[in-house]
């Protein structure tokens, strides 16, 4: 059975729930794991004040034994404190269309004139979820040495440069960034930038990149197009609100390139197969190539702002403003936990598929013959 999850829950509803299907037996599990991934998600400049409000209290209700997975489903629950604040009702403004959000277009699909019911699942307050699901996903992979991270590449038209030579020094250097940019002195025009969008009621947008390091090759396959990795990470990260591009590798940079350029030369070093450039970030043909798995996603400025766009009343067809309520000003940061989440969702799903097994160790082992064959392969 494929790994899979299904989530429910609204953004002021009394809890978010997800349930996670067909995990192996024996990964260990740390709550206190899943809780700062959530605080990371949660806190950063730029966020609305409900991100204060909320504490994210992460429970598992069920699938663990002595705090490690045992085969049977792991139901998980958040619950919501913002309910208190803004009630279910959407604070009187549930007939008019927010532009940019799915209001309008999901009003028209199931045939309401009141916004919240599709406001509330539509909202963002859901990757919060997402995140615990993913942090679940790092366990597996942790279980195997793959690590996924992620740093802030832009936010609005300040860009970083960071050396990413070494994934140990990115992480300290975003980890210690308050918009998590590896960069420290455009980290700091990032926050100036959010600073000043906020004084003047707008929102800013940008771009995180993604790495996983130490993913073997033979995730996902060239056979069918729905099994490819590459297009299974661009559909999952693009789910996510707010992302609007996905770039595996060097894509776009790519793009404009002679062909001969583009691509990766593949060469022997002491028996072991290298690539001197990675611009294929990692996947060719839809398969890992062991190779770092090298992601860029690209979020729109969130809609919602104090200068506010036209729309209509749904009910009434009258021609009114946005409505303003709490927002966000730049989720970016945020953006990156959660792209992050959903990277290590999808890979772990493609290692299950590749080396499946009921208990993590059999997972283990599949994997390090898997390793050791491509060595003794190579070998002159
Ligand atoms: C973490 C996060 C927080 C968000 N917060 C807000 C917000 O406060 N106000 C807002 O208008 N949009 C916010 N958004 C964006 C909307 O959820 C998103 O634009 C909307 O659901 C429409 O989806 P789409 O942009 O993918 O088409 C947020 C997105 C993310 C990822």
Redesign the pocket.
Known sequence: MTLRFLTAGDSHGSCLVGIIESLPAGVPISLRDIRRDLRR?RTSPG??S?QKLEEDRVEILSGLWKGRTTGAPVAIQIPNAGRKVAGKGGGGLSTVA?P???DLAGCLKYGLSEVPPV?ER????S?AMRVAIGSIAKAVLDRVSIEVVSHVVSIGDVEARPDTSSVERLKRATARSAVRCADAASGREMLRAIESASREGH?LGGSVEVLAVGVPPGLGSHVSWDRKLDARLAGAL???????AVEIGAGLETSRMRGVDAQDAIVIEDGMITRPTNRAGGIEGGISNGENVVVRVY??P????RRCLPTIDLETGETRESPF????VC?VP??GV?AEAVVAWELARALLEKFGGDHMEEIETRVAEFIASIARRNRP
């Open positions: 998600r966020r609305s409900r927010r940019g959000h799915a406001s539509a909202s963002a307050r990757t929102s693009m789910s996510v609100q707010s992302v609007k979020a729109k969130i809609p919602t702002a309520v709490r927002a966000d989720v945020a953006v959660i």
